[in-house]
């Protein structure tokens, strides 16, 4: 609910509209859907793919702004990515109760075979390790539907037999079985509880089971109504001579073993912390691991919700509740964050002058807000990953979810910027060659894409969404515009960037050295996705149903309809395709003002007859002879449908007392390294807990 997913893992290319205040998982689904890869370049230095097989690619990140930290701060990086790492046994555990038995096993095999690597069935049992892994277990990580492997039990067998392997009943029989097929099961009609594989209810527990210990007439009453606490986040519910129970996730508690070590470290963390508030939270959260009480989880929340200083930030717990069919239970997951210092930089500065572009836009006087103020947008970076958190990882957080705490205290929201890049950086200039007019085109997105984009995002989120105000006595948009409220607002916003990206103020504010180059860039970029490139999202026949897919149309098509008489924009085919150049980067500038205009207009007067025309007009529709190229140009472009990440490696250095004097940071080779050496380091629990 709180996490936003990449859908299918396809490459990534813009930040846009990642917080646009939404954090449901349908919100999550649309925004990963409007990126589109078409627009980023080739990072020339670093090679993100680790890589592909099945239907997973692996990539790989790199940690900015490590470097610029003081030891202090990398030490807290440190002991926090340890801690999460620590941890990392319990989803397995979590995921399923044989994942572990599985793992293990399959792990020995892979180190100590030594017969034939070269037959399909080897191959195949690499593969099928390798999607285990990457699931954190053996049921796929989207789909929840249990992994087929292409090989058949007796060569398995082999396998155990030959690396002298223990694994036999139930633990073995299941990968081939038709046992347990569904992690998650959220059919309609059947008992979620016991039909789903996941580990959070132990054999026997039922749906109804669950509402009587949770549910209205359960015994879990919060002492505070108002204040719900989170019953259930932290445990398994197994039943025992009939009576149900709670197996408490904590010290000396179910995981113990593991959950000791987190502490370890983030005891560590505590002391090395950037400031009172953030120590205060860390020590909340090692009581809550030592006493796995609820209430202790929500005073860790409160603090850590409020620890908003500081340059280093992160998600330790069970968190997440989306594998437990009836939502109770939180899967062990963790995120280790840097601030992003230049896009906060740029943040900043829009933020600071937020005034001026309002007073400045081409909006009526009338509608032009008097005393704007910039929105907060927090982009972060990475520096580790664990749990349900990695490989598959999110491309922005929310947090907490606890509702009350959202409303008393507030919330955290944070897109993970080097996660974003790397999946752009990893889809490749092919796209961009494909589709772009010209060479200068090219020359100009690989030099000032990238740029173009962090610089649209702060202006799209930081100034975009805050301007304009509505006329006295028009309801709020969702009322007047109805089902185009958010198409339109999201639309304008990226009017406000659009406008301003064409502008010598950006220079002027020190935020880009070339204001025009950065600027034709960006009009490139918007135009060869809204009118092309953003189509191979899309089924051929289908309309846009997408609200951002549709302001990229509805924006791209409306200004190369009103630019037609002056060839603003112009259509040239080629070879048989198509391609939209923009001729007056100038007159494309003024014509996204006078929409702009009119689209502040339609929401401050909630004219939802004008709404309606432009979006169905612009935005709906689509041309089918050019979505039919578009496809069919795409289609060289082979990419696998999800993807998930390797973590870079901190390696601290030491003087000879063992003192850390530093750290260097290793990028694994491949996939396979990073897992074997996962399991080597961080397997504190037993195969069956
Ligand atoms: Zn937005």
Redesign the pocket.
């Known amino acids: 609910m709180m996490k936003i997913k990449p859908i299918l893992g396809l490459a990534l290319a813009s930040t846009?509209?990642i917080?646009?205040?939404k954090t449901n998982e349908k919100a999550a689904k649309e925004v990963a859907e409007v990126v589109t890869d078409v627009k980023k370049k080739v990072a020339i230095d670093f090679d993100h793919t680790v890589e592909q097989f099945a239907d997973i690619k692996v990539l790989r990140y790199q940690i900015h702004g490590f470097d610029a930290l003081t030891l202090k701060e990398q030490k807290l990086v440190y002991y926090l990515t340890q801690a999460g790492l620590a941890g990392r046994d319990m989803m397995w555990d979590q995921n399923y109760r044989h994942n572990l038995t599985i793992r293990k096993a399959l792990e020995n095999v892979y180190a100590n075979y030594a017969g034939d690597k070269t037959s399909d069935n080897w191959n195949n049992f690499e593969e099928y390790l390798k999607r285990v892994w990457f699931s954190n277990g053996i049921h796929h990580h989207y789909s929840n539907a249990k992994l087929t492997p292409a090989f058949d039990q007796a060569y398995l067998e082999t396998l155990l037999v030959a690396t002298n392997t223990e694994l036999k009943g139930d633990a073995l029989a299941v990968i081939f079985n038709d046992k347990d097929v569904k992690k998650v099961n959220l059919a309609k009609g059947v008992d979620n509880v016991a039909e789903s594989a996941v580990n959070f209810y132990g054999p026997g527990v039922t749906n109804a089971d669950v509402e009587s210990f949770y549910g209205k007439n359960g015994k879990m009453i919060s002492p505070d109504t108002k204040k719900p606490l989170s019953f259930g986040l932290n445990s398994q519910l197994v039943k025992e001579a009939g009576v149900l129970k709670e197996r408490v996730y904590k010290s000396g508690g179910l995981y113990g073993a593991a959950i000791d070590q987190i502490i370890g470290w983030l005891d560590k963390a505590q002391g090395v912390a950037e400031n009172e508030a953030q120590g205060t939270a860390l020590g909340l959260l090692i009581k809550y691991y030592q006493t796995g009480d609820l209430q202790t989880w929500d005073d860790y929340n409160v603090a850590w919700t409020a620890a908003v200083d500081g340059n280093i930030d992160y998600i330790n717990s069970f968190i997440e509740v989306y594998n437990d069919p009836l939502g109770y239970r939180g899967s062990y997951e963790t995120v280790v964050q840097i601030k992003d210092f230049d896009m906060s930089e740029k943040m900043s500065v829009v933020s600071g002058n937020a005034q001026w572009f309002e007073d400045n836009s081409p909006l009526m006087d009338e509608h032009k807000k008097k005393n704007v103020v910039g929105v907060t947008y927090k982009v972060v970076n990475v520096a580790g990953e664990a749990g349900d958190a990695s490989p598959s990882t999110p491309i922005g957080v929310n947090l907490p979810n606890a509702n009350w705490i959202r409303t008393a205290v507030g919330s955290k929201s944070v897109s993970l910027g080097n996660i974003i890049g790397a999946y752009a950086n990893a889809g490749g200039s092919g796209r961009l060659k494909e589709f772009a007019h010209d060479e200068e085109e090219i020359a100009l997105e690989e030099e000032y894409g990238q740029l173009a984009d962090k610089l649209h995002t702060a202006l799209?989120?930081v100034i975009?969404?805050a301007s304009g105000q509505l006329n006295p006595g028009v309801g709020e948009t969702r009322e007047t515009l109805k089902n185009y409220a958010s198409t339109l607002?999201?639309g304008r916003?990226d009017l406000v960037g659009l406008y301003y990206l064409y502008d010598t103020k950006l220079q002027e504010l020190g935020l880009v050295k070339d204001w025009e180059k950065v600027g034709k860039a960006a009009y490139d970029g918007y135009i060869r996705n809204g009118l092309m490139a953003q189509l191979i999202r899309l089924d051929l026949g289908d309309d846009i149903e997408e609200a951002h897919m549709r302001n990229r149309q509805w924006v791209s098509g409306w200004a190369y309809e009103q630019g037609k008489a002056e060839n603003v924009i112009e259509k040239v085919t080629r070879d048989g395709k198509t391609y939209f150049n923009i001729n007056d980067y100038k007159k494309l500038h003024d014509i996204f003002g006078q929409l702009l205009r009119e689209t502040q207009r339609i929401k401050s007067e909630g004219d939802f007859n004008a709404v309606e025309a432009l979006v169905e007009g612009y935005g709906v529709k689509v041309d089918q002879a050019i979505h039919k190229e578009v496809l069919d140009r795409n289609a060289q472009f082979k990419s696998a449908a999800y993807s998930g990440f390797v973590n870079p490696v901190l390696v601290p250095t030491t003087d000879n007392t063992g003192v850390i004097t530093g750290f260097t940071i290793k990028q694994p080779k491949t996939f396979s390294e990073q897992m074997l050496s996962y399991a080597k380091n961080y397997s504190f629990l037993p195969a069956v807990n």
């Open positions: 846009l509209l917080s646009c205040g799209h989120e975009g969404h607002e999201e916003a």
